[in-house]
């Protein structure tokens, strides 16, 4: 059963709907938008069909409903776009349905600026903007046609490398969506944060803040000693400065990048080191951080499912992508509670081996080191060489180290080795690559920014070096994405799993996912994220020999986990 949604101020209107979008039922209107779902959801357990997850279900949220299912028409809408050749154009409903009536496309809003969950996030959803509400005749719409989009899709795929398993799309709107509700009940939900914990840590590694505000007294202390190794006084926090101060005791540097001072043989070296790291600490999850993000002892992100081209999450807001391990002291279960956090190691690897159906490498993959059994099998037992060897060939490295290890797993590999050489021939040319479920990558002439909290360097990819550079890209976006494709799957069906249950998911990045549950639950937590990784597994790729092994820790607080 599906249940289009549209809201309207504290209200809304609702519309039963059969799978193929035509009406099954009258129209509703409801004065209480949150107990008008929650009613439905606990009889019909429908999947709700609105505009987007993100703007939608955070109100639902916190008045206490949570929906098994949605389609997220926003989503979708990007995915299909993307397949059509069409990255980046608006994907709203509004757009949407303007391209569908033959209307002029309104441009998406601009992105929202972050807010740090002290800024009364509950005030600012208390109504929706009528001027924005879509009619519900235009939501079945857009719906409907999507629904035909997907259908045309194989047409397509001819026209590009790698073509995408059969019905691989619905199942990437399906855990898109899935993905989204997620995120949602996540930034609600939040990492538990020990605030005194995160202030102990600071003291000990920066000193005691500034009471005029300025660095705290041992970045004072490193950067005074760093003016005397010099010879000078420099800002440390500024490259160009510490560039011409070491151009004046005759040592030239290109950058003052961690990898490159590390070669350099001059006492001021590892002080600046030393303040890079304790500065990036500092201004990244430091006493403003700090007072900014964790409230009621928790770390609320806002999480961008897809914010990565790849079709990685982003956050918006916090860095919770980017959590030092030093800080991770402070991520501390409830008395009582444990966190179990799993960890898929050697991810993209075995993506590779199931993805290519490259039989050998999809032996080493059924191994619990894949790296290993790689170099018992090519490499003469040199798990190094095994590992450089795999990343050169995904990630596009082939001079140097990789050289030699590269023509080995040509040679033991020829099946794996073209597949990922196909992708970066067709980005090279131009061309579309796409991931297992279909998602594409941007088309040569987009330039895009990777993340939100990630720096994510523009890139622009036409012709020579950048084709070049484009080829990398398209090598490593079939594989990556189709690993996120995999940690979708997991994430939806523990989440499934999880329902009804004290535990709850609270942390997801790539490859990991922390749950937050009591002691007592811990081992039946393990357990599912275990099956909830298999059944990913399966429903991915089927009968494969490949395995997806997980790294699972039970313990008290983050940074403790293996």
Same mark, same amino acid.
């Given at each position: 059963?599906? =249940?289009?949604?549209?809201?309207?101020?504290?209200?809304?209107?609702?519309?039963?709907?059969?799978?193929?979008?035509?009406?099954?039922?009258?129209?509703?209107?409801?004065?209480?938008?949150?107990?008008?779902?929650?009613?439905?959801?606990?009889?019909?357990?429908?999947?709700?069909?609105?505009?987007?997850?993100?703007?939608?279900?955070?109100?639902?949220?916190?008045?206490?409903?949570?929906?098994?299912?949605?389609?997220?028409?926003?989503?979708?809408?990007?995915?299909?776009?993307?397949?059509?050749?069409?990255?980046?154009?608006?994907?709203?409903?509004?757009?949407?349905?303007?391209?569908?009536?033959?209307?002029?496309?309104?441009?998406?809003?601009?992105?929202?600026?972050?807010?740090?969950?002290?800024?009364?996030?509950?005030?600012?959803?208390?109504?929706?903007?009528?001027?924005?509400?879509?009619?519900?005749?235009?939501?079945?719409?857009?719906?409907?046609?999507?629904?035909?989009?997907?259908?045309?899709?194989?047409?397509?795929?001819? @026209?590009?490398?790698?073509?995408?398993? @059969?019905?691989?799309?619905?199942?990437?709107?399906?855990?898109?969506?899935?993905?989204?509700?997620?995120? =949602?009940?996540?930034?609600?939900?939040?990492?538990?944060?020990?605030?005194?914990?995160?202030?102990?840590?600071?003291?000990?590694?920066?000193?005691?803040?500034?009471?005029?505000?300025?660095?705290?007294?041992?970045?004072?202390?490193?950067?005074?000693?760093?003016?005397?190794?010099?010879?000078?006084?420099?800002?440390?926090?500024?490259?160009?400065?510490?560039?011409? %101060?070491?151009?004046?005791?005759?040592?030239?540097?290109?950058?003052?990048?961690?990898?490159?001072?590390?070669?350099?043989?001059?006492?001021?070296?590892?002080?600046?080191?030393?303040?890079?790291?304790?500065?990036?600490?500092?201004?990244?999850? !430091?006493?403003?951080?700090?007072?900014?993000?964790?409230?009621?002892?928790?770390?609320?992100?806002?999480?961008?499912?897809? !914010?990565?081209?790849?079709?990685?999450?982003?956050?918006?807001?916090?860095? @919770?992508?980017?959590?030092?391990?030093?800080?991770?002291?402070?991520?501390?279960?409830?008395?009582?509670?444990?966190? =179990?956090?799993?960890?898929?190691?050697?991810?993209?690897?075995?993506?590779?081996?199931?993805?290519?159906?490259?039989?050998?490498?999809?032996?080493?993959?059924?191994?619990? /080191?894949?790296?290993?059994?790689?170099?018992?099998?090519?490499? /003469?037992?040199?798990?190094?060489? %095994?590992?450089?060897?795999?990343?050169?060939?995904?990630?596009?490295?082939?001079?140097?180290?990789?050289?030699?290890?590269?023509?080995?797993?040509?040679?033991?590999?020829?099946?794996?080795?073209?597949?990922?050489?196909?992708?970066?021939?067709?980005?090279?040319?131009?061309?579309?690559?796409?991931?297992?479920?279909?998602?594409?990558?941007?088309?040569?002439?987009?330039?895009?920014?990777?993340?939100?909290?990630?720096?994510?360097?523009?890139?622009?990819?036409?012709?020579?070096?950048?084709?070049?550079?484009?080829?990398?890209?398209?090598?490593?976006?079939?594989?990556?994405?189709?690993?996120?494709?995999?940690?979708?799957?997991?994430? %939806?069906?523990?989440?499934?799993?999880?329902? !009804?249950?004290?535990?709850?998911?609270?942390?997801?990045?790539?490859?990991? =996912?922390?749950?937050?549950?009591?002691?007592?639950?811990? /081992?039946?937590?393990?357990?599912?994220?275990?099956?909830?990784?298999?059944?990913?597994?399966?429903?991915?790729?089927? /009968?494969?020999?490949?395995?997806?092994?997980?790294?699972?820790?039970?313990?008290?607080?983050?940074?403790?986990?293996?």
């Amino acid at each position: 059963m599906l =249940v289009a949604v549209t809201p309207s101020g504290a209200g809304g209107r609702l519309r039963p709907l059969a799978d193929d979008g035509t009406p099954a039922g009258d129209e509703q209107h409801v004065q209480d938008l949150a107990g008008a779902v929650k009613r439905v959801e606990s009889r019909d357990r429908p999947r709700w069909l609105w505009a987007s997850t993100a703007e939608i279900y955070p109100r639902l949220n916190r008045a206490g409903v949570r929906v098994g299912r949605c389609y997220d028409l926003e989503l979708a809408e990007a995915l299909l776009l993307g397949a059509e050749g069409a990255w980046g154009q608006p994907r709203t409903l509004a757009a949407a349905s303007a391209r569908l009536a033959g209307r002029p496309v309104p441009p998406d809003p601009p992105a929202r600026a972050a807010e740090p969950p002290g800024l009364s996030q509950d005030s600012l959803f208390d109504a929706f903007d009528d001027a924005a509400t879509v009619p519900l005749e235009e939501l079945a719409a857009v719906y409907r046609a999507q629904r035909r989009r997907v259908t045309a899709l194989p047409e397509l795929e001819s @026209a590009h490398a790698l073509a995408p398993r @059969a019905g691989g799309m619905r199942t990437l709107i399906a855990v898109e969506s899935a993905g989204a509700l997620v995120a =949602v009940e996540m930034g609600r939900a939040g990492l538990p944060w020990r605030a005194d914990v995160h202030d102990a840590l600071l003291r000990e590694r920066l000193g005691p803040p500034s009471p005029m505000g300025g660095p705290p007294a041992h970045l004072a202390e490193l950067g005074a000693r760093l003016n005397e190794a010099l010879g000078q006084r420099v800002h440390p926090d500024s490259p160009a400065e510490l560039l011409r %101060a070491f151009a004046r005791v005759g040592i030239m540097l290109r950058s003052t990048r961690k990898w490159e001072l590390e070669h350099v043989d001059h006492p001021a070296v590892p002080i600046l080191l030393e303040y890079k790291e304790l500065y990036r600490l500092w201004t990244a999850h !430091g006493w403003t951080w700090l007072d900014q993000w964790v409230t009621d002892g928790r770390f609320r992100a806002e999480y961008i499912p897809g !914010g990565v081209v790849s079709g990685r999450w982003a956050t918006r807001g916090g860095g @919770a992508l980017q959590i030092p391990k030093v800080v991770r002291r402070a991520v501390v279960a409830d008395p009582g509670w444990t966190l =179990v956090v799993a960890d898929a190691g050697q991810l993209e690897p075995r993506v590779l081996a199931a993805v290519s159906g490259d039989r050998r490498l999809a032996r080493a993959a059924a191994e619990g /080191d894949l790296y290993a059994a790689l170099a018992a099998e090519a490499f /003469d037992g040199d798990r190094t060489k %095994a590992k450089i060897a795999l990343l050169g060939a995904m990630y596009g490295a082939t001079s140097g180290m990789a050289a030699p290890a590269l023509a080995a797993l040509r040679r033991f590999y020829p099946t794996a080795w073209d597949l990922v050489e196909e992708a970066a021939r067709t980005g090279e040319s131009g061309g579309l690559v796409r991931t297992w479920l279909g998602r594409t990558c941007p088309p040569s002439s987009v330039t895009w920014r990777e993340g939100y909290d990630e720096p994510g360097a523009e890139a622009d990819f036409r012709g020579g070096a950048k084709g070049r550079a484009r080829g990398r890209f398209t090598r490593n976006f079939v594989i990556q994405g189709t690993a996120a494709e995999w940690a979708l799957v997991l994430l %939806a069906r523990l989440r499934t799993t999880l329902a !009804g249950h004290a535990a709850e998911l609270v942390f997801f990045q790539h490859d990991e =996912v922390i749950v937050h549950c009591p002691r007592a639950e811990s /081992d039946a937590v393990a357990d599912a994220i275990n099956s909830a990784a298999d059944e990913a597994r399966t429903l991915l790729f089927g /009968d494969t020999e490949v395995r997806f092994p997980l790294d699972v820790s039970i313990v008290e607080r983050y940074s403790d986990a293996k």
